[in-house]
């Protein structure tokens, strides 16, 4: 069964292979996704990501999430070198973490209740576990930043996650309005890790080196990771094929 | 001490934020203002949207045209939200009554929309009743770079000219929200310049 909804600002589809509660799994997920837009959002006044920023409520109050959420974000900023940041115009806003984190834990809840054969997409940030309806490893297209109804790529992978960050493809019309550069370097890097919580971070944090990214997770043990650059150009590490083969 | 560092940091950020605040305490006010364009050579998106995409082929590693998602007013916007920010704000300058596109002359601002990870708010400049450019005020920076790099090749790491096969998966890995946030804004954008 598959179900999605916009949670978070974002689409978010659960699918749930051959079991006759899919549909209660499915709602779970939904429901934690929604708790943790209640908690982590930056738009929403009663949120206590917005508490925080407005000087609300202090480090002795945090919830237990939150101070998780950022042990996570000084842990991240320390492993990228500073490229992972959380504060954005003077306002703390964790998104870039919260998300994968969120998916990761929402996995999470499908794997305690005994489900092997699932995937959770929220806003092309994918967690995989097990095998599709039809036995087969589960098929991911990376989108092609060019074409968005075309895929640029496709992986095959058994379990693990799967980010992508990216831009939009204006070419040289795409600029970065804190300093007015053009951002031409990379439009799209995907990353596949052993979980999505990892990916993700690495994803996000990658992203913003620019071409140095698909070197800096070439580093990374366990990870694989597909650049494409302003010219179309797909740049992939050296461990990349074993996901480019069908299992 | 890291942690101690990070408390100082978003303690600090807390102060920066609340002045902030108070100088600009409506971030989803819709700046919009309508200006004679003075934009025409600089770009030429207004070519690449009403055709199809060209992305490419797995032979010829050119550069492709963007998508033209965005053209339509009427198409991937949210209910409930943005279209009506610029109604009756778009009057175009004298030139642009008498043009054959279906814009207006004009630069049109869209409003800020959610992109979760911020704003995204665009500009449309409008030139001879075509779309001619695509501004960006407001943009996450959380995925966009500042930084300058090295650009030396690195032997073990493979490239190939990507491909644009159909998308016959289970699932897509990609950058939509953010997306779908530019065309939100864009869209609000061109209803107001629409004729």
């Known amino acids: 069964m598959k179900q999605q909804q916009d949670i978070m600002g974002m689409p978010i589809t659960v699918e749930v292979v051959g079991r006759d509660d899919a549909a209660v799994l499915i709602k779970k997920v939904f429901d934690y996704f929604k708790d943790v837009d209640e908690k982590f959002s930056p738009f929403k006044s009663q949120s206590e990501v917005t508490k925080i920023n407005n000087g609300e409520i202090f480090p002795g109050e945090y919830s237990d999430e939150m101070k998780q959420v950022l042990d996570l974000t000084e842990k991240t900023w320390r492993e990228t070198n500073g490229y992972f940041e959380v504060v954005f115009n003077g306002q703390f806003n964790p998104s870039g973490l919260v998300k994968g984190w969120a998916i990761q834990n929402a996995a999470q809840i499908l794997r305690r209740a005994g489900v092997k054969n699932f995937y959770i997409n929220a806003g092309g940030d994918i967690e995989v576990g097990g095998k599709n309806e039809a036995d087969q490893t589960w098929s991911v297209g990376i989108r092609n930043p060019f074409a968005q109804d075309k895929v640029a790529k496709i992986v095959y992978t058994a379990g693990g996650g799967i980010a992508t960050s990216g831009t939009y493809l204006r070419g040289e019309h795409i600029y970065n309005p804190k300093n007015g550069a053009a951002v031409n370097e990379i439009v799209s890097l995907t990353v596949i890790g052993p979980n999505i919580f990892d990916a993700d971070r690495y994803a996000t944090a990658a992203f913003a080196m620019g071409k140095k990214a698909i070197e800096f997770i070439e580093k990374l043990i366990g990870f694989e990771g597909y650049m ?5 150009i797909g740049t992939m590490t050296s461990g990349f094929d074993k996901y480019s083969i069908k299992q | 001490m890291r942690k101690l560092l990070l408390s100082f940091f978003i303690t600090g950020a807390f102060g920066a934020y609340i002045v902030s605040q108070k100088i600009n305490p409506d971030k ?29 082929t797995t032979s010829t590693p050119t550069p492709a045209k963007p998508t033209p998602t965005a053209v339509n007013t009427n198409t991937n916007t949210r209910p409930g939200n943005g279209m009506m920010n610029g109604n009756g704000m778009g009057s175009g300058s004298g030139a642009g009554m008498m043009n054959q596109g279906k ?43 500042s930084q300058s790099i090295n650009q030396q090749a690195t032997p073990y790491l493979r490239s190939e000219a990507i491909a644009a096969q159909s998308a016959n998966v289970n699932i897509i890995s990609g950058a939509t929200d953010t997306s779908m946030a530019f065309r939100e804004s864009l869209a609000s954008a061109l209803a107001q310049a629409a004729n």
């Open chain 1, 228 to 232: 494409i650059d302003t010219q179309g």
């Open chain 2, 28 to 56: 989803f006010v819709v700046p919009v203002s309508v200006n004679t364009s003075q934009n025409n050579a600089n770009s030429n998106i207004a070519d690449s949207l009403p055709s199809n995409a060209k992305a490419p």
């Open chain 2, 103 to 145: 814009f207006k002359d004009g630069s049109y601002v869209g409003p800020a929309a959610d992109a979760y990870y911020g704003y995204i708010q665009v500009k449309a400049i409008v030139s001879g009743g075509k779309l001619t450019d695509v501004q960006f005020l407001q943009y996450p920076n959380d995925r966009s770079t």
